[in-house]
T-cell receptor, first 111, second 113 residues
Framework: QQPVQSPQAVILREGEDAVINCSSS?????VHWYRQKHGEAPVFLMI?????EQKGHEKISASFNEKKQQSSLYLTASQLSYSGTYFC????????????FGRGTSLIVHP | NAGVTQTPKFQVLKTGQSMTLQCAQD?????MSWYRQDPGMGLRLIHY???????DQGEVPNGYNVSRSTTEDFPLRLLSAAPSQTSVYFC????????????FGPGTRLTVL
């Protein structure tokens, strides 16, 4: 079962912050985040392993709450270049080697 | 490094035709995988390989075959194309033992008529 992302879309002005959430009904081993621009391949942003860690990539960071099987992606002081679709992928703790992916959150940053 | 390369970028097939999507990487990654991406749906894993000579099925393997004779190459074969296989296909690789796709090819947009 694929993870659920919220919100489906976010519209921001440059400099504003955004949070994108990813939740699963399964116990998770890892969560991974990607950004995809229209017509292009996804770009891997970061991976979070169980342990509640938080990671950062430029002004984009994420957290992973393994007890709630949830991860959040934080985009601070958004830039025009942040526009795109963000999606999460998950690997469950059950030993399956098949990652499943959310449907994505469309982020539009206006000047 | 070229990273992950895929050919062709676009392809139109008729129902019943077969073809091979090519994928290669020059990063010496052991793990390679094929995904399809359909509108409104997340990426779905078709097949994956943890090294030369080893392949396994993903979430949606029916209608596709793979082989891995070298570390660099991981072709995807459509045996008898169907309209349901119209999609964008991405090849990906990962370093180490990671199963999460980390480096993607540019994609192949396939239309089956």
């Amino acid at each position: 079962q694929q993870p659920v992302q919220s919100p489906q879309a976010v519209i921001l002005r440059e400099g504003e912050d955004a949070v994108i959430n990813c939740s699963s009904s399964k116990a998770l081993y890892s969560v991974h985040w990607y950004r995809q621009k229209h017509g292009e391949a996804p770009v891997f942003l970061m991976i979070l392993l169980k342990g509640g860690e938080q990671k950062g990539h430029e002004k984009i960071s994420a957290s992973f709450n393994e007890k709630k099987q949830q991860s959040s992606l934080y985009l601070t002081a958004s830039q025009l270049s942040y526009s795109g679709t963000y999606f999460c992928g998950t690997l469950s703790s059950g030993g399956s080697y098949i990652p499943t992916f959310g449907r994505g959150t469309s982020l539009i940053v206006h000047p | 490094n070229a990273g992950v390369t895929q050919t062709p970028k676009f392809q139109v097939l008729k129902t019943g035709q077969s073809m091979t999507l090519q994928c290669a990487q020059d990063m010496n990654h052991e793990y390679m995988s094929w995904y399809r991406q359909d509108p409104g749906m997340g990426l779905r894993l078709i097949h994956y390989s943890v090294g030369a000579g080893i392949t396994d099925q993903g979430e949606v393997p029916n209608g596709y075959n793979v082989s891995r004779s070298t570390t660099e190459d991981f072709p995807l074969r459509l045996l008898s194309a169907a309209p349901s296989q119209t999609s964008v296909y991405f090849c990906a690789s990962s370093y180490g033992v990671a199963r999460e796709p980390q480096f993607f090819g540019p994609g192949t947009r396939l239309t089956v008529l």
